[in-house]
């Protein structure tokens, strides 16, 4: 009997404990593309960006202009060439569209492999300061808005105002 009493009074001392420690437990949220879009320094990493991305446009617009006045020639005089030259010029025309694809696919991966690798330092300096934001006001989750959609968030619970203070943002 007196078993039973103490299993029901550590059942019961349990329950109320996870219950005060689901009480504790604070949730946030952050538009993290909007405060990565307010800090200074996207600017430099967007200018830095397009430039990086104009060098592969330019040799993308020769390499188009090629393949068009090859394209034009081969178009006039393809009723006087003979099947042979033909066939020729029609490779010669495929090979330059094929560059072009693989130039296009692999300056797309060069863009993206630059764009995280100056992006980098941002998202490192805004994750730091929501967790740090986070630990001062005690909460133990906090979400990014930007990635999914919030069916119910008190604005007591939006770090935006605390993190941007943070970093120094108006």
Known sequence: ?????????????LLFAGSFANAQT?????????????????????????????????????????YQTKGQDYTSKRASMTDAVRAVKESELQDIQKRMNDYQNNAQQQVDAKRQELGKPLIDKATQAVQAV??????????????????VSPDADDLMAAVKLKLGLK
């Open 26 to 66: 604070k949730i946030g949220h952050i538009n993290f593309n909007q405060l990565i879009d307010l800090m200074p320094e996207t600017k430099t990493v967007t200018a830095s960006i397009q430039a990086y991305q104009k060098t592969f446009i330019d040799q993308l617009t020769t390499m188009n202009n090629e």
């Open 134 to 151: 986070a630990k001062e006001k005690g909460y133990a989750y906090v979400l990014d808005s930007s990635q999914i959609t919030l069916l």
């Open 1 to 13: 009997m007196k078993k039973l009493f103490k299993v029901a009074l550590v059942a019961v001392g």
